[in-house]
């Protein structure tokens, strides 16, 4: 596949077709801050960057500060199913490839908090098929990626229940814009040169997204995430799988194949970063040929000494790998057991 993806223009995308410019902005969801970035220094807009994870809001913050347009934009830590501001707060709110961190259950609720703090444009961006074929194969192979790809027909028969909806497929990203009010056209200086200046920026400034998670990374992990041992699924009857989502958004996912009380073979797939990728295969290297009772022994302690240890702000991944692995393993004892006991 042609490697023509580009993060910077799928968002300069999303920002042109939602008419967003000249706006005080929310941008839900927004991680490492790239649409934040662009908006506030390509588009003229006041920017409220919210996330639930504090370590990429702090990212975040760092790449703004490092551009010159702080005083454009404000970071908050918040849960976009909660929102604490008032009905009509913001001009336009704008997602981008945010809902598949969100359990499905949810989704709705994020979509009606977005639309209830807006007055005018609610712009959604997410990955189309095709754009998660290009991430297994090209960018991130050791990951699966189809499991984020949202239903465009759910997000738009749900925002279709507010209002007029305006629609653009790309190849890699589809653009759905509620539109609350028009947004009337008017006269802005001439942002060209502004423009090109922070484009050029923000291409760097993906690179160095891409960079920072692996900077901190000791050898073991950054070996474990290249190449992960047991990625992927296996199935049969005689496999036991669970799944888990962790409270960052990534999921975790567990695939055991238990004899007579032993785990004979173990595989997992997340959707999470390179730390998540490193604790499930350092995890399923730990479950190799071990006894149920000393499987139930793995901790998030275990995981991180067996990485040499994870930095700071990945800890919870270790965590994350534990807790989906014993609550697969209660689920086990639970359906399994009593049989094998009885056999």
Known sequence: MASDYDPRQE???????????????????????????????????????????????ENARKIITKAGISENVFFEQQDARRLSYPAGHFSCVACYSV???????????????????????VAFAEITETCARYFDEVLHPAENHQDVVVDQMWLRHHLESFGKVEVMNKKYTYYLVLVKNDLKSRQTRDLKEKEKIFEEFAKISQEEIVNQELKDYNERIIELFHDPPNWGKIEGNDIISHSYLGPCGDKMTFFLRINKGIVQKACFTTTGCGASVATGAQTTLLLDGKRITDAAKIDAEMIDKALGGLPKDHKHCAELASRTLHQLLKKYAFRHAPQEHSS
């Open 11 to 57: 968002r300069l995308e999303l920002l042109e077709f939602a008419r967003i410019r000249d706006v005080d902005l929310l941008d839900i969801g927004a991680g490492q801050g790239l649409l934040t970035l662009l908006a506030a220094g390509t588009r003229n807009c006041t920017v409220t960057c919210i996330d639930l994870d504090p370590v990429k809001l």
């Open 99 to 121: 809902l598949h961190h969100v359990p499905f259950e949810d989704r709705d609720q994020v979509v009606a908090e977005a639309v209830r703090v807006a007055r005018q444009n």
